[in-house]
């Protein structure tokens, strides 16, 4: 079955860390840029970041400086490192790809994880 899956989210405090994971299976990630993205209780889904398949990166205003996207294709995974979590950051995370390069947007994906909980406490 192709698809994308993530993992690594949960309850985090306020100035912490986390890093999420994207695993593609049946097909190989290193030809398509993956994204994330994020959407917060009554709000809409935004993209967060997204890297490219020749590793170009590019990222929301919100999220830089503090969100680092990265792959490792020998892993078929790709990741993102999360520092200084704000309470702001509080959403479901989601895994898109397609082929190619970034930016993604919601209407042109291949592939969507199921999502995973990211929740910042104060």
């Known amino acids: 079955q192709l698809q994308v899956a993530e993992s690594g989210g949960g309850l985090v405090q306020v100035g912490g860390s986390l890093r999420l994971s994207c695993v593609a299976s049946?097909?190989?990630?290193?030809?398509?840029?993956v994204g994330w993205f994020r959407q917060a209780p009554g709000k809409e889904r935004e993209g967060v970041s997204c890297?490219?398949?020749?590793?170009?990166?590019l990222s929301t205003v919100s999220v830089k400086g503090r969100f680092t996207i990265s792959r490792d294709n020998a892993k078929n995974t790709v990741y993102l490192r999360m520092n200084s979590l704000k309470p702001e950051d509080t959403a479901v995370y989601y895994c898109?790809?397609?082929?190619?390069?970034?930016?993604?947007?919601?209407?042109?994906?291949?592939?969507w994880g199921k999502g995973t909980l990211v929740t910042v406490a104060s």
């Open positions: 890297i490219s398949s020749g590793s170009s990166l």
């Open positions: 049946g097909f190989s990630l290193d030809t398509y840029a």
């Open positions: 898109a790809a397609r082929p190619g390069t970034c930016p993604l947007y919601s209407s042109n994906i291949t592939y």
